[in-house]
């Protein structure tokens, strides 16, 4: 499985950006999905991730109500919609594939995960 993150870039703080990753190979329609973010000096944490129906989400508390994940089986594509960005949410983005069922504990971590993809930089500006 390929993931290939994109969709980062500049933006001020108060902006918006959507982030995108195409998986090829494999099995998409059947994986968990997450987003990740590292900041330079930090550990990589979860963001959002969502099951593979798209019946369930999660969210980090620092994200809830400002970023959406979906996601679009038929184009083996993840989606995560940030708006009212912040400089805190300044980081490498990354997007993960796991394959196991849904497990709000284990889809927190990037220890579950099997596949990632390179990673987007996202930087906002106050």
């Known amino acids: 499985v390929q993931l290939q993150a994109c969709g980062g870039g500049l933006v001020q703080a108060g902006g918006s950006l959507r982030l995108s990753c195409a998986a090829s190979?494999?099995?998409?329609?059947?994986?968990?999905m997450g987003w990740f973010r590292q900041a330079p000096g930090k550990e990589r944490d979860v963001v959002a991730a969502?099951?593979?129906?798209?019946?369930?989400?999660y969210y980090a508390d620092s994200v809830k109500g400002r970023f959406t994940i979906s996601r679009e089986n038929a184009k083996n594509t993840v989606y995560l919609q940030m708006n009212s960005l912040k400089p805190e949410d300044t980081a490498v983005y990354y997007c993960?594939?796991?394959?196991?069922?849904?497990?709000?504990?284990?889809?927190?971590?990037?220890?579950?995960?099997?596949?990632w993809g390179q990673g987007t930089q996202v930087t906002v500006s106050s």
């Open positions: 190979g494999g099995f998409f329609s059947s994986y968990v």
């Open positions: 969502i099951s593979w129906s798209g019946q369930n989400s």
């Open positions: 993960a594939a796991e394959t196991q069922t849904w497990n709000s504990y284990r889809i927190t971590r990037p220890d579950a995960y099997d596949y």
